[in-house]
């Protein structure tokens, strides 16, 4: 039950330099914002806030980014309406990309997403064209001291977990989407906190690049989606050679 996940390390590495923007909790807003809407304000009835709400503790989002968002799908206090958005294409190297969005205008998004696969070398895709090569899993990050591979097994283990990579002082705890809350629940009952935790699109079999021009393309095109304010997430199946992993500046 170990492994080593090329992909989830970059994800994570991108992740931490788009917490340090703030970008992290205007995303998790969103969700919170539509899942409300979708579903209610109490968690307790609603799994997508309830999967919302641990990724904002994840974050350390403030309580009062998360009480105002849920004012706002709650229709509280004003908000916009989102739209539930996925884009699908082929970057640099022929590497799968799933793009997935809350936008308040479909059409600038559309445009948004186009152009930077356009001006990065990728190709844009149509519904279905790269998804099928990804599995939705529940994906759980922990570093530090209890990022220990023995130590996490005998946490999840009972609670669904079917996977622990560990890597570079990061473990990542993958299982089913519907056990997710289960995993929640077994890591905090065991004081592991979680710097990440949600629900991801894992990709089932990674392409390998393995010359840094196609790898800072790449990465450029999977950078430029992800600043796009109406862009949630951007999944990949890229797998970028460790000597040149060193060389790209995230």
Known sequence: MSGHSKW????????????????????????????????????????????????????????????????????EIASENYEEIVYEGYGPGGIAIIVE?????????????????DKTGGNMGGLGAVSWMFKRKARFVISGENADEAKLMDIVLDAGADDISVEDGIAEVWGPPENFHAIAKALEAASVA????????????????RDLHTAQQAMKLIDKLEELDDVQNVYS????????LEQIEL
Do not use: Y
Not at 26 to 44: C, T
Not at 237 to 244: F, K, W
């Open 101 to 117: 969005c809350l936008s308040d205008n479909r059409n600038r998004t559309a445009g948004d997403v186009r152009t930077i696969f």
């Open 194 to 209: 979680t710097t990440e935790a949600g629900i991801v699109q894992k990709p089932e079999n990674t392409v390998g690049v």
């Open 8 to 75: 989830a390390n970059i994800k994570h590495k991108k992740d931490n330099a788009d917490r340090k923007r703030g970008k992290v909790f205007s995303k998790i807003g969103k969700e919170i914002v539509i899942a409300v809407k979708a579903g209610g304000k109490s968690p307790d009835a609603n799994p997508r806030l309830r999967l919302a709400l641990t990724a904002a503790k994840a974050a350390n989002m403030p309580n009062d980014n998360i009480n105002r968002a849920i004012k706002k799908g709650a229709g």
């Open 237 to 244: 199946n890229i797998d970028v050679a460790s000597e040149i």
